[in-house]
T-cell receptor
């Protein structure tokens, strides 16, 4: 079945790197996504990676994909207090549809 | 661009009352999604539309929930009658590209 799993909480110090991990089950997923939700707001697309890539970098964000282990990670370099939020991993549901399969989200707390 | 607009932002109602949530998607987006978010169940897809036509309503919890999209710029999610367990944040999102969903700010529903 389709399932996306994430750890629920992560706490880091300001200036350190944060690594948020995600595992997924559907090996046929074509795209994998990271969304960010700040308190009281909707989700916002941060970045995505295509399944034929193993790494994507975008400024402070680095996405690593291990297809063999079905493992996705999001690294945030030089984490700031403004990065405190919930981060959701999502995979494209297989087939010709637009559904995303969502993880429960990882709550990132950045301590000064 | 104003983004996805949802109204009301907050709704408090008594059990048994009808509740109507409204959404205006981003102009030009041909997909619209309704989600429900709770601490216990995370983010759940209720229904989504393509070109105003419902494509998948398998996430709608029961017959008390209904959704319509009479035109490309407006959608409603109705709960009748409402129950305390419907208390949640309801998000509308729109999309023109697979996986890139743009979320509204959400409607926080409290049913007493």
């Amino acid at each position: 079945g389709e399932d996306v799993e994430q750890s629920l909480f992560l706490s880091v110090r300001e200036g350190d790197s944060s690594v948020i991990n995600c595992t997924y089950t559907d090996s046929s997923s074509t795209y994998l996504y990271w969304y960010k939700q700040e308190p009281g707001a909707g989700l916002q697309l941060l970045t995505y990676i295509f399944s034929n890539m193993d790494m994507k970098q975008d400024q402070r964000l680095t996405v690593l994909l291990n297809k063999k282990d079905k493992h996705l990670s999001l690294r945030i370099a030089d984490t700031q207090t403004g990065d405190s939020a919930i981060y959701f991993c999502a995979e494209q549901s297989p087939g010709n549809n637009r559904k995303l399969i969502w993880g429960l989200g990882t709550s990132l707390a950045v301590n000064p | 661009d104003a983004g996805v607009i949802q109204s009301p932002r907050h709704e408090v109602t008594e059990m048994g009352q009808e509740v109507t949530l409204r959404c205006k998607p981003i102009s030009g987006h041909d997909y619209l999604f309704w989600y429900r978010q709770t601490m216990m169940r995370g983010l759940e897809l209720l229904i989504y539309f393509n070109n105003n036509v419902p494509i998948d309503d398998s996430g709608m919890p029961e017959d008390r929930f209904s959704a319509k999209m009479p035109n490309a710029s407006f959608s409603t999610l109705k709960i009748q009658p409402s129950e305390p367990r419907d208390s949640a944040v309801y998000f509308c999102a729109s999309s023109s590209r697979a996986g890139e969903q743009y979320f509204g700010p959400g409607t926080r529903l409290t049913v007493t």
